[in-house]
């Protein structure tokens, strides 16, 4: 069975792994159906692009902006804190890419 990525609405230009994915095919079902090529492993949770996006071009899930690419992302590629301000997370920037967790502050416990 091929890995699948969930598309929320039509308008949506990423879609949602619902299976870890190691590149090659996912198969794209909900508002639309078909096939993406994913450019590189994507875990399941995170989101692949579905189309070219721009440097600065809104990042749409559920319908709505979720922030702003950071840097062109290619179709297939993965969405992340890699490449992707949070238009909700003001410190989005600042988290680690694989861990989440905030890389601005000081552990108490160093």
Request: charged share 20%.
């Amino acid at each position: 069975m091929k890995p699948r990525a969930f598309q929320i609405q039509p308008q949506d230009n990423v879609a949602t792994l619902i299976d870890d994915s190691p590149d090659g095919t996912i198969e794209l079902i909900g508002a639309n159906r078909g096939v993406i090529i994913a450019t590189e492993k994507i875990a399941r949770g995170h989101k692949v692009a579905l189309g070219d996006i721009a440097a600065n071009e809104a990042v749409v899930k559920f319908g709505v902006r979720i922030g702003y690419a950071t840097k062109p992302i290619t179709r297939g590629a993965w969405v992340h804190l890699h490449n992707l301000a949070s238009d909700l997370d003001d410190r989005s920037g600042t988290l680690d890419l694989h861990s989440g967790a905030p890389t601005d502050t000081a552990s108490a416990y160093v």
